[in-house]
């Protein structure tokens, strides 16, 4: 076990936050009029009412999600995106100028972005070229100083699942947070690290409504970690990150599963067709085995097929200019009318 400590290597000025009170965070038992917000009390100029704060903790939505992953209300944060998380595990753990992050590059932008807007150092080790984590060289990069590992699993933007193995040795050995990014674990094969929380105080799992779930304009991630981690989330976010609609409508979302599941399917058995329509091109030089809902494909010329993919009203994502990703196109999975379309204007290429 490592020695993780969350106090240890929590920011002093966190510990002694005094955190902002709201007034429907102040009252307790049951009411009937509400004077104590300043809402406006005659209602919304809309079919539902929004004139009311919403619920500080989510708690109805925390209930209906801890059914369906198994994972105690207590020990779940939701998030404005897992955009929110990151940036606040980095302001809460990391003092600016003085510490550092780790991530593993070709990784997920977003870890270094609010590193660098926080102002705190971000070190990187770069993945191996078999896109797994390079253990000997994490060792000898981390420092006192180093409060978070940003661990993407599946990777964006190469597809793969890290080894389970190889994050376990991180979990038992370092001192600060892990953090896995799970966004992609819906399409995976590997098992998640939900089930690990109650094993490794250290570790944070960030999950999101954003891509299996289809709900990516609503805003919702999730971060499940100890009580004791979580207790540091909810003591510094604004204290009404996830709006009223949002937490209704992805209530509503979590009712239809089966949905889900039938399009969790459908894109696993589309990434393969494709892959293999992909194949099929000469100027497609290597698909790279996928654990999500995109393909990173290595091909002759990527700016060239980029543009005229563009031209046919197609995007993709150019990863061409990042390091070990080096002539590769990041090319999410369609439906299938999307998927054959992609397909055809690729035959128009010359
Ligand atoms: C898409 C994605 C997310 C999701 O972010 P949200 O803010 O929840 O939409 C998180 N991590 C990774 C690696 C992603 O690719």
């Known amino acids: 076990m490592s020695n993780f400590n969350i106090q240890s290597i929590l920011r002093d000025n966190i510990k002694n936050l005094n955190p902002y009170s709201s007034a429907r965070h102040e009252y307790t038992g049951e009411a009937s009029i509400f004077l104590d917000a300043n809402e406006n009390p ?29 994972v105690p209300s207590n020990n779940t944060f939701i998030g404005n995106g897992s955009d929110e998380a990151i940036d606040i595990l980095i302001r809460a753990f990391c003092r600016p100028g003085i510490d550092n992050i780790l991530i593993l590059p070709p990784t997920y932008g977003m870890y270094e972005v609010s590193a660098n807007i926080n102002d705190v150092e971000v070190k990187k080790v770069s993945l191996t070229p078999q896109y797994q984590l390079d253990l000997d060289a994490i060792a000898e990069t981390i420092d006192q100083n180093t409060k978070i590992i940003f661990v993407c699993s599946p990777n964006n933007p190469t597809g793969n699942s890290l080894y389970r193995e190889d994050v376990e040795i991180l979990l038992n050995n370092f001192n600060g947070l892990v953090v896995v990014d799970e966004a992609y674990i819906n399409y995976s094969r590997q098992k998640t690290f939900i089930q690990e929380l109650t094993e490794y105080a250290n570790l944070v799992v960030l999950q999101t409504l954003s891509k299996a779930w289809g709900l990516a304009g609503l805003r919702i991630g ?31 979302a979590l009712n239809n599963i089966d949905q889900i599941n039938n399009w969790i399917r459908e894109t696993i058995n589309e990434r393969t067709t494709l892959t293999k329509g992909l194949l099929e091109f000469s100027f497609v030089e290597h698909i790279y085995p996928s654990d999500a809902n995109f393909i990173l494909v290595k091909v002759a010329d990527p700016m060239a097929i980029y543009q005229h993919l563009n031209q046919e009203g197609i995007i993709v994502r150019d990863r061409s200019k990042v390091t070990l990703c080096e002539g590769c196109l990041r090319i999410t999975v369609g439906t299938p009318v999307e998927n054959k379309s992609l397909l055809e204007a690729l035959k128009k290429f010359k």
């Open 42 to 70: 005659y209602g919304s100029p809309l079919d539902q009412d929004y004139n009311r704060y919403p619920d500080p903790l989510q708690a109805e939505l925390k209930t209906a999600l801890s059914k369906i992953k198994g």
């Open 222 to 252: 999730i971060a499940f970690a100890s009580e004791e981690i979580i207790h540091v989330f909810n003591k510094i976010k604004p204290p009404y990150n996830v709006n009223q609609s949002s937490q209704a409508l992805a209530l509503e």
